[in-house]
């Protein structure tokens, strides 16, 4: 049972256009949400979080949306670039478990076309 | 440059034969996780350590897997005897109790 789902396997952009990769969750206990990006033969890195209490996150062309009552969340790319190819996963974090049990999604293989 | 560290990289071995991974944290980190990265699950937790004692070990199937750490620079996931469904990436991460998770680079094992 996937608490956390990437619905969409891949996407595909245009070069300087916007990126969004979504995601959606089951667990009304997650409390705290991140993205990594993942390039071939590495390992995932930290790309943005977002707290349960705020709605938006921006961090340069990365911004992270969160729908608490949708139990959905969405990352923004803008705009997107050509470096940014890679598999991007969402993750969450129960309530009082920081640094715990990071529940990951299946990932979204993300391509921009120069 | 702080980093977590896997090994080895890439491993090849026979179907019954025994998988050791390794993986040194990032110092300081008190927290160590096991992922497996599958074509369809994504990134499977396996098991954690807090401070060395292990927390939760559900995601991994008991029979034929072990995760330890030996002490706080070493954590270890050995497979006996591993099956070719075992074929992944494994990763291990580090972090703090109030940090995201740094992940190392992974282990490619391929059981034939």
């Known amino acids: 049972d996937q608490q956390v789902k990437q619905n969409s396997p891949s996407l595909s952009v245009q070069e300087g256009r916007i990126s969004i990769l979504n995601c959606d969750y089951t667990?009304?206990?997650?409390?705290?949400f991140l993205w990594y990006k993942k390039y071939p033969a590495e390992g995932p890195t930290f790309l943005i979080s977002i707290s349960s209490i705020k709605d938006k996150n921006e961090d340069g062309r990365f911004t992270v949306f969160l729908n608490k009552s949708a139990k959905h969340l969405s990352l923004h790319i803008v705009p997107s670039q050509p470096g940014d190819s890679a598999v991007y996963f969402c993750a969450a974090i129960p309530l009082m478990e920081y640094g715990n049990k990071l529940v990951f999604g299946a990932g979204t293989i993300l391509r921009v076309k120069s | 440059d702080a980093r977590v560290t896997q090994t080895p990289r890439h491993k090849v071995t026979e179907m019954g034969q025994e998988v050791t991974m390794r993986c040194q944290p990032i110092?300081?980190?008190?927290?160590v996780f096991w992922y497996r990265q599958t074509m369809m699950q994504g990134l499977e937790l396996l098991a954690y350590f807090r401070n060395r004692a292990p927390l939760d070990d559900s995601g991994m199937p008991k029979d034929r897997f072990s995760a330890e750490m030996p002490d706080a620079t070493l954590a270890t996931l050995k497979i006996q005897p591993s099956e070719p469904r075992d074929s992944a990436v494994y990763f291990c991460?580090?972090?703090?109790?109030?940090?995201?998770?740094?992940f190392g680079q992974g282990t490619r094992l391929t059981v034939v």
């Open positions: 110092l300081g980190h008190n927290t």
């Open positions: 667990n009304s206990m997650f409390d705290y």
């Open positions: 991460a580090s972090g703090l109790r109030d940090t995201e998770a740094f």
